[in-house]
């Protein structure tokens, strides 16, 4: 696994924490212990994602920065098979 593919990873694990941890805090929105822990991965997942697309390609149009050049098209599609 390159290092394209272990961001790509982290990546969807700290989104899977932030979808669990909005879950709980949809039932539990008085728990601040809890809401620090998603402000954490929120930052730390938007980081990542910042990185990964510094370095390869923008993974939502949010991070396609226009400012240098357009690179939104550079992402495999998901018939070429490197899709995660």
């Known amino acids: 696994m390159g290092d ?3 961001l790509l990873r982290d ?3 700290a989104d899977f924490v932030l979808v669990e941890l909005a ?3 949809d039932t539990h929105p008085r728990d601040r212990r809890a809401m620090e ?3 954490h991965y ?3 997942k938007t980081q990542m994602e910042r ?6 390609f923008p993974l939502n149009l949010r ?3 226009s400012s240098k050049e357009w690179r939104w098209g550079e992402a495999p599609l998901p018939w070429e ?3 995660v």
Do not use: P, V
Request: glycine residues 8%.
């Open 51 to 56: 990185d990964f697309s510094m370095k390869y």
């Open 63 to 65: 991070l396609a920065d």
């Open 42 to 44: 929120n930052r730390i």
């Open 81 to 83: 098979g490197e899709c």
């Open 37 to 39: 822990y998603f402000n």
């Open 23 to 25: 879950l709980y805090l």
């Open 11 to 13: 990546i969807g694990m």
């Open 4 to 6: 394209r593919e272990h």
